[in-house]
């Protein structure tokens, strides 16, 4: 079984998250700066085996597309063309930045840590991950 990688894309940098070969656990894995992130899961795929990319769908309260959604939909596109064998799934990522945070603070890490944005990306990328293994 391959692991499924979760993707909280952002028009700077972007959060990836994936899970162990058995799909039990969900962890933060890195943060790259968006420029670059289609080689780098290019590489990635070459070395370990995914079954499943997870891509965040930032939605609006009133269930909406967000704005964001403008630059996500490029890199989807992208994506399928430069991994075809891999299939994409959306998933909901409304809050994921704020339980990012609060995860962040109940774990002890200082103001100063927690204003670190690549971090906040990787938490919320596990957070994605972790929501969809819970509802698979």
């Known amino acids: 079984m391959g692991r ?4 909280d894309f952002g028009k700077v940098r ?15 894995l ?5 420029d670059v992130l289609i080689p780098f899961l290019k590489e990635y ?17 009133n269930n909406t597309e967000s704005e964001s959604e403008a630059f996500i939909a490029p890199f989807l596109l992208t994506l399928s063309k430069e991994i075809p064998t891999i299939p994409i799934e959306r ?6 930045s704020k339980i990012a945070v609060q995860t ?6 200082k103001k100063k840590q927690r ?14 991950l972790q929501s969809y293994l819970y509802s698979s």
């Open 30 to 34: 890195t943060t790259v700066n968006t």
């Open 91 to 96: 998933v909901d990522e409304r809050f994921t």
């Open 104 to 109: 962040m603070i109940a774990g002890g890490l």
């Open 4 to 7: 499924v990688l979760a993707i």
């Open 115 to 128: 204003s670190n944005k690549a971090l906040v990306d990787e938490i919320s990328a596990t957070i994605i």
């Open 14 to 28: 972007t959060g990836i998250a994936v899970t162990d070969e058995l799909r039990i656990i969900a962890s933060g």
């Open 45 to 61: 795929c070459f070395k370990e085996k995914v079954d499943l990319f997870l891509v965040g769908k930032p939605k609006q309260m």
